[in-house]
């Protein structure tokens, strides 16, 4: 079965500074997807950015962007240029090509500082 | 529009009522779900619809009954519920190819209905 970690339960930046947060997970399989969530206190879960397996260029949506390592099972996600808006809880997700389910991590709370 | 939308926000229920909870969306997608999530933990799956049909229930208790009436709209009927079950319960869906055709199956949120029984 697959899992996904999430090691650090809270994180905090400073606003417009550079934050990284953790995610491994483990998979016998060679074609899945990789997902970024954000959920603020609003509570809806806000797609971040995603990865496909098979590619090797890591992904990129504006300030966002993730250090996908197949080979360690990391998939980490960067966030630059923090705002006082990417103070959330973030999953990480993941889910098997051709499949419905979604497994996600335990969660890591960001916040952010002026 | 990637808009997933949910009705109503907020409820509160006695254990003896029945209540339904409603999730739509125009966005063509042919998955649809229910989620369940407890303060400060992740979603953890309820049902799948695929096609409007279920495809996947995680061993869901009976209390809890899905409807699917056509591919925009996902009911959830709640009765007998019990205090346990207060939680957000949210809605996804997405985007679904027949065939062999590669797709990235990412699933788009509403806002979510917070339940409360009493």
């Known amino acids: 079965a697959q899992t996904v970690t999430q090691s650090q339960p809270e994180m905090s930046v400073q606003e417009a500074e550079t934050v990284t947060l953790s995610c491994t997970y483990d998979?016998?399989?060679?074609?899945?997807?990789l997902f970024w969530y954000k959920q603020p206190p609003s509570r809806q879960m806000i797609l971040v950015i995603r990865q496909e397996a098979y590619k090797q260029q890591n992904a990129t949506e504006n300030r966002f962007s993730v250090n996908f390592q197949k080979a360690a099972k990391s998939f980490s996600l960067k966030i630059s240029d923090s705002q006082l808006g990417d103070a959330a809880m973030y999953f990480c997700a993941y889910s098997s090509y051709n499949t419905d389910k979604l497994i996600f991590g335990t969660g890591t709370r960001l916040q952010v500082f002026p | 529009d990637t808009e997933v939308t949910q009705t109503p926000k907020h409820l509160v229920m006695g254990m003896t009522n029945k209540k339904s909870l409603k999730c739509e969306q125009h966005?063509?997608?042919?998955?649809m779900y229910w989620y369940k999530q407890k303060a400060k933990k992740p979603p953890e799956l309820m049902f799948v619809?695929?096609?409007?049909?279920?495809?996947i229930n995680e061993s869901v208790p009976s209390r809890f009954s899905p409807e699917c009436p056509n591919s925009s709209l996902l009911n959830l009927h709640l009765h007998a519920l019990q205090p346990e079950d207060s939680a957000l319960y949210l809605c996804?869906?997405?985007?679904?190819?027949?065939?062999?055709?590669?797709?990235?199956?990412?699933?788009?949120f509403g806002p979510g209905t917070r339940l409360t029984v009493t």
């Open positions: 996804a869906s997405s985007q679904r190819t027949s065939g062999t055709a590669r797709a990235t199956y990412e699933q788009y």
């Open positions: 619809y695929s096609y409007e049909k279920l495809s």
């Open positions: 998979t016998s399989e060679s074609d899945y997807y």
């Open positions: 966005m063509g997608h042919r998955a």
